[in-house]
């Protein structure tokens, strides 16, 4: 398996080794050494490289690398979550209306093309104000921002998922071995499962890492419009932070900045990578 990974492009691996890592932080972010993310230090906008502070501190004295580590998990648990789940409903209602067609067909046809007429950021954006606002002037709590995101983010996502969905099933079920399964009387069900949907996986999965970076460019807008994760726990609420103290301590934007545009390029090489070797997959078909 190394051999073949060593064969492999170099954006291909470079893109493995980032994601790999970030996803070695979001999963054992508890277990690692150093400072809290959330409790502030004696350092006040310390350097970095400064001793104990690898990445430095904020102007509140919170350490920036911790604030990375904590970051990477809950950015990629908003941005994953969002996709499978939507990915996983946009796709079953995108195969279904593409095989059975008519009235169903067409409806669906219809609400994904006013769902996708909105920006995504803008209707994130009525979503989460909607669904996440105060009540009695008492802040939605984190946790409930953090579900009300992955809720807006799910819609969001099931129509773009399910377009290509839709898209793949048109062409497939007019083959001549769908055909035929369908002149022996095999179910519609089991056609759709054995047939459907594992020549409709690969073009899922390359849109489904792009997706999984449009998600997290997603929340780090929603955070800056001041919507989003609060206090630092994200990657995106870190730069809604730092943003305010460019001048005295750019490091604080910086680091999430690379972080979020190192993950968005990896996954979107994946998404690229994937897309190929299936362009390549049904030229042979």
């Not at 992955?150 to 839709?166: D, F, K, M």
């Amino acid at each position: 398996m190394l051999n073949r990974f060593w064969k492999k492009p170099l954006g291909f691996k470079l893109s493995t080794v980032w994601i790999i890592f970030i996803l070695f932080l979001a999963i054992f972010r508890d277990l690692l050494p150093g400072p809290a993310w959330d409790e502030s230090t004696e350092a006040l906008g310390v350097s970095p490289g400064s001793p104990g502070h690898f990445f430095g501190t904020t102007q509140d004295g919170f350490d920036v690398l911790a604030g990375i580590i904590n970051g990477a998990r809950l950015s990629v648990l908003v941005a994953v979550t969002s996709v499978l789940i939507g990915g996983g409903i946009g796709t079953f209602i995108g195969i279904t209306a593409a095989y059975f067609k008519g009235k169903y067909d067409k409806v669906v046809n219809v609400v994904f093309n006013m769902m996708l007429s909105i920006p995504n950021l803008v209707l994130s954006l009525a979503l989460i104000s909607v669904l996440a606002a105060t009540k009695d002037g008492i802040p939605a709590s984190d946790s409930r921002k953090v579900f009300v995101m992955i809720i807006s983010l799910i819609i969001v996502i099931i129509p773009i998922l399910g377009r290509i969905a839709r898209s793949a099933t048109l062409q497939w079920s007019t083959r001549e071995f769908i055909i035929a399964s369908k002149s022996m009387g095999t179910k519609d069900m089991t056609i759709i499962k054995k047939h459907i949907v594992p020549n409709v996986a690969p073009a899922i999965l390359a849109i489904g890492f792009f997706a999984i970076g449009v998600v997290i460019i997603v929340e780090g807008s929603l955070s800056i419009l001041g919507i989003g994760i609060a206090g630092g726990a994200s990657w995106g609420s870190m730069l809604a932070i730092g943003r305010s103290y460019l001048e005295f301590s750019p490091w604080e934007t910086y680091f999430p900045v690379a972080c979020i545009a190192f993950t968005v390029l990896s996954t979107n090489y994946f998404g690229d990578y994937v897309r190929a070797n299936l362009d390549k997959r049904e030229s042979k078909i």
